[in-house]
Structures are given as structure tokens and as C-alpha cells.
């Protein structure tokens, strides 16, 4: 090495050992120990740039070269070194974070021109690459822990692999640990500071370390979205920024977005993209699966659906008024709308669930107030003020889109049913007054948990996080609504079923399927 110039002597009162050090690739490297000189250097400070911002740089390129250097030590000086040498080059050609350095752009042409720029740089300052570490002309890099490519970031899965075997952790050490990890990442994780509070308490210096299932629970949410973390776009300065605020008594969100490619991307969380639904109610969405942003509150519909569709093809087949065909088509209608309305949580969906909530509710309303006519005669009255009432909320709703005025549209159709269920029971058939009534209690009591679920949905959800998540699953008010509305609704057509069939002296009965579901049974009215 002296013969080489790269060493002399010296006759300097500090010295520092040298050593040879084996490097991973079986090469030796030489090394001198500086810590003890390090120990009485005062430190030079240099302000690193923020990872956000080294990433956000790289948002409109698509061609990308990492490039290694063969060494780079303490931070400060070697990050102020790479400024000071790649100064020339801007950050939207360059970025330069400690010993990583990205080259980016566009384009393939203006990528190379780039290299070549930086090449010459690295090359004048006498540093070398190494090049098994170099990876050149990519679409996709990996680049300060996370690939970037022409679609976004996303977590790098080298990083995150290790993830999918831990299944406890067993000591604070390895809670730092994962936290360590999992915050690098926090920006792929909604409703990360939420999730990750229980394992942020455990490590908490005077906390004793006791994994409890609130432990195990925030530790397999924060796995599950590791490994699944979405690709986030990355912003593109030349086009406008959209930005989402929510707040509530105990925290705040925000969700920064761009339209891209005619589609509003950026930090969508699920595979039907941001919401545009004027609702999004408590259940957190895309928490059970990928594909369904509201797991409980979609499944839950099933009973608005399945029965209703027996109920039809029993009264056909019963050759009862094809009225009562209507009505349980439009109850399994609304099944059908609600359950792609909370799978996607998009407007059109929303308009499929809400707008057949009024037609139903209009069929019952006219089964109802026209139970004591001759059979086989249709009034057109009561059909056109329905279908005119129908039209304008409709129209208003399309234009309005606020979802209060959908609610007093139903609920005055529902008032409706209510005052004409009372007179029923009270006047004419007394003895139908069980069915009605629980008709009435179970739509009720679903109505009741609506609001609950509306007005108290930040401690429905603070206390769902502190419990086993089957207790989550149980206490999705909303799910409930939809399955005691749909009951409620399914009984209040058998009510209303029974009272036209007794006046048309069919002699109706209610029977339970297997014991538990009701029904109801006339003598077959076909002719043969
Ligand atoms: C005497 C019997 C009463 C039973 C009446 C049954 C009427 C059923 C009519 C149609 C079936 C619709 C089933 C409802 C499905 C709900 C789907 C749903 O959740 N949709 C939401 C979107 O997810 C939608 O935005 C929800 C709107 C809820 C509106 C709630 C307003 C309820 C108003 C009830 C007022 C009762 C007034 C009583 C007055 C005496
Ligand atoms: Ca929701
Ligand atoms: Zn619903």
C-alpha cells in the first residue's frame, strides 16, 4: 500500500490499529479502528433529507438504477460528501440518501443520460461502486427499504418475509423489534397508531412484559397488513391534490389523493379503491377481507335475501296475487343492492341498496292499504300517487344526494305501514296482533341499534379493539340492523300476507320451517 501511495508514515502523536476484515463476499477489506479517535471528534451534524420526501422525488419516473458505493461510514460526513459531489445533479434525475443513490427518470434516454452524469461525478471524487450491489435500468427498485416503481411504493417483501414466520413475540426486545419494522411502514397501514397501541403499551419502560390476546390481536392486524400492504401511489406534482379530512373526539385522518388515469388512486386500502359513497358507516372497511370494504355489514344481508326469494316462489306457486310476488322480490332486491353497496362503498352501489328501499316499502304500503278490495281488481289511484312519490324521490335524491332526506322518505313510507298495521289489529283482525306487533318490536329494535351504531360508533369502536375479535364481529350494530330490519320487514309481508288472505277467506296459517322459520300456508289457489 505504501509502494502504491495510498499510505505513508507518519510521525503524528495519534495512531489507530489497522486491521483486515473478511468481507461477505470473501474479499478482504482494510479497515482501521477510529473509535477511540471517534471518541474525542466532535461530530460533524448534517441535515439528512426525509426518507418521505427522497421517495416522492422518484414519483414520475419509470426507469430506475441503484447504484452501491463500496463503503460510506459516519452519516453526517458521508451524506454532506455525496451533496457536495453530486450537487450538479438534480433530484429529478438523482436521489441520494447516505450511501443509496437512485437514478431515475421518465424516460430511457434521459435515464442514461443521467447515469452517464452521475457516473462522471462518482468517478471525479475517486469513489468506487460496487457493482453486484447496482441494479440498472429497472421498472422496479428496491430503494431505502421499500420498491418503487412506475405504479408507486410498496413495502419491499424481502423485508416484510420474515413477518410471516413470528407467530408470539416473547420479550420487549422483540417488540422494538417489530415496532422497529412495522413503523417504517406505518404509511401502508390505515389506522396504523390505532392498531399498533397495545404493543406500543407493552413496551413502554415501567410496563412489565405480559402478552395478552389485545397484544396478540394488534400484533397479527399489523402481520396481516404488512404482508398484504397496498402499492401507494406516489404523487405527481403537476396534477391537483385531493384532501380527505375526518375527525372525532378522540382522533383525526386525513387521505391525500390524485386522480390517475381517470381513477382517483392514492392510498386506497381495498381491492373496490377509495370510497364514494355520501355514507361510510362504522364497520372499519376492508379489515376481514381485501375484496369486501364492509365484511359483516355485506354477509348480514343474506337474510334480506334468501328467505324473500322462498316467500316469491312460494306464493307463485301457491298462485296467490302476483302484489305479494312484488314484495318479496323487492325486499330480496334491497338484500341485493345493500350487499353491493357495503362490498364496494361506491355511490352507484349505494343508490342500488337506498333507491329499492323506496320502491319495496312503496309495494308494501299499496299491499297494505288495499287489503280489503275484491280480488283480481287493481286500483290505479294508489298506484300513481306511489309511483309520482316514488319519481320525485328519485330524482330529488339523484340531485340532492343527501342521505337524511332518503331517511325521512322511508321512514314516513314506514309511519305508513305502522298507523295502517295499528288499525288492522285494533279494528278489524285483533288476532293477527302477535305477528304485527313483532313485526313492528324487531323492525324497532333494528332501528335502534342503527342509531346506536350511528351516533356512538367512536366507543363501538374503541371498545371493539379491546376485545377478542369474534366479539367484534357480534358487535356490528349496523349487520344487526340489516338483519332485524329484514326480519321485521319479512314478517310485516307475512302480516300483511295473512290479513289479505283472510279477508279473501283462504284460511291462512303460519307454519315454522324446520321448526323455526315462519311461513305462510293457504289452500292452493290454482285451478286445475
Ligand atoms: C309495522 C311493520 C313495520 C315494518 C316495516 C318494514 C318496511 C320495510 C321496507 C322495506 C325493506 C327495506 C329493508 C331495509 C334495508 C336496509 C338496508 C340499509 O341498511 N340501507 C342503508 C344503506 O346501507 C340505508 O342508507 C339506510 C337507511 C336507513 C334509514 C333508516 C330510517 C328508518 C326510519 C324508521 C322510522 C320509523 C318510523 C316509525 C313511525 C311510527
Ligand atoms: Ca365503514
Ligand atoms: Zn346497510
Redesign the pocket.
Known amino acids: 500500500m505504501a509502494a502504491a501511495g495510498v499510505i505513508q508514515t507518519s510521525d503524528s502523536p495519534w495512531v489507530s490499529p489497522a486491521v483486515l476484515v473478511r468481507k461477505e463476499d470473501g474479499s478482504l477489506q482494510f479497515c482501521v479502528d477510529y473509535r477511540r479517535l471517534n471518541a474525542v471528534t466532535t461530530k460533524g451534524s448534517y441535515l439528512l433529507l426525509r426518507l418521505d420526501d427522497a421517495i416522492d422525488s422518484v414519483s414520475v419516473s419509470n426507469w430506475f438504477c441503484g447504484l452501491d458505493l463500496c463503503s460510506g461510514y459516519c452519516p453526517a460526513t458521508f451524506e454532506r460528501l455525496m451533496e457536495k459531489i453530486l450537487h450538479a445533479v438534480p433530484a429529478s434525475a438523482c436521489v441520494v440518501y447516505l450511501d443509496n443513490i437512485l437514478v431515475h427518470a421518465a424516460s430511457f434516454a434521459t435515464t442514461l443520460t443521467n447515469l452517464c452524469l452521475v457516473f462522471q461525478q462518482i468517478a471525479k471524487a475517486n469513489l468506487r461502486l460496487t457493482l453486484a450491489k447496482c441494479s440498472l435500468f429497472r421498472h422496479q427498485t428496491s430503494f431505502l427499504g421499500q420498491v418503487v416503481s412506475e405504479k408507486g411504493v410498496s413495502t419491499d417483501p424481502t423485508k416484510v418475509e420474515a413477518v410471516e414466520q413470528w407467530s408470539v413475540l416473547t420479550s420487549t426486545a422483540e417488540v422494538h423489534s417489530f415496532q422497529d419494522l412495522a413503523s417504517y411502514y406505518w404509511h401502508f397501514i390505515a389506522g396504523f397508531v390505532d392498531i399498533a397501541r397495545p404493543l406500543h403499551k407493552l413496551s413502554e419502560k415501567a410496563q412489565q412484559f405480559q402478552w395478552s390476546p389485545s397484544s396478540q390481536d394488534a400484533f397479527d392486524q399489523l402481520c396481516r397488513a404488512l404482508i398484504t400492504a397496498p402499492v401507494l401511489a406516489l404523487p405527481d406534482p403537476s396534477k391537483p391534490f385531493i384532501l380527505d379530512t375526518d375527525a372525532s373526539n378522540d382522533s383525526g385522518g386525513v387521505v391525500l389523493s390524485q386522480m390517475g388515469d381517470h381513477v382517483e388512486r392514492a392510498v386506497a386500502q381495498g381491492y373496490w379503491g377509495r370510497p364514494t359513497s355520501t355514507l361510510d ?1 362504522c364497520e372499519d372497511n376492508y379489515v376481514v377481507s381485501f375484496y369486501i370494504a364492509e365484511f359483516w ?1 355485506t354477509v348480514s ?1 343474506l337474510i334480506m335475501i334468501l328467505p324473500p326469494i322462498y316467500g316469491a316462489i312460494q306464493t307463485m306457486k301457491d298462485g296467490l296475487e302476483v302484489r305479494y310476488v312484488f314484495a318479496f322480490l323487492g325486499l330480496a332486491a334491497v338484500g341485493i343492492g ?1 350487499w353491493c ?2 362490498m364496494t362503498l361506491q355511490y352507484e352501489m349505494q343508490l342500488l ?1 337506498e333507491l329499492p328501499m323506496i320502491y319495496s316499502c312503496c309495494v308494501f304500503v299499496y299491499c297494505l292499504y288495499e287489503c280489503f278490495r275484491q280480488e283480481n281488481t287493481v286500483h290505479y289511484f294508489p298506484i300513481v300517487v306511489l309511483l309520482i312519490f316514488s319519481v320525485v324521490v328519485t330524482v330529488v335524491y339523484l340531485q340532492w344526494k343527501e342521505p337524511v332526506f332518503h331517511q325521512v322518505m322511508y321512514g314516513i313510507l314506514v309511519g305508513c305501514l305502522v298507523l295502517r298495521s295499528i288499525f288492522i289489529v285494533t279494528w278489524v283482525y285483533p288476532w293477527l296482533r302477535p305477528l304485527s306487533y313483532t313485526s313492528l318490536s324487531v323492525f324497532m329494535i333494528g332501528f335502534l341499534l342503527w342509531n346506536i351504531d350511528n351516533h356512538l360508533c367512536d366507543t363501538l369502536r374503541g371498545t371493539r379493539k379491546r376485545l377478542p375479535p369474534v366479539v367484534g364481529a357480534v358487535t356490528q350494530l ?1 349487520a344487526w ?2 338483519i332485524l330490519t329484514g326480519l321485521g320487514s319479512y314478517l310485516h309481508i307475512l302480516f300483511s300476507l295473512q290479513t289479505r288472505s283472510t279477508y279473501l277467506k283462504h284460511r291462512p296459517k303460519v307454519k315454522f320451517l324446520c321448526g323455526v322459520w315462519p311461513v305462510i300456508r293457504v289452500e292452493s289457489q290454482k285451478t286445475t
Open positions: 358507516w355489514n344481508n345493500s353497496f357495503h341498496d349496523h340492523w340489516h
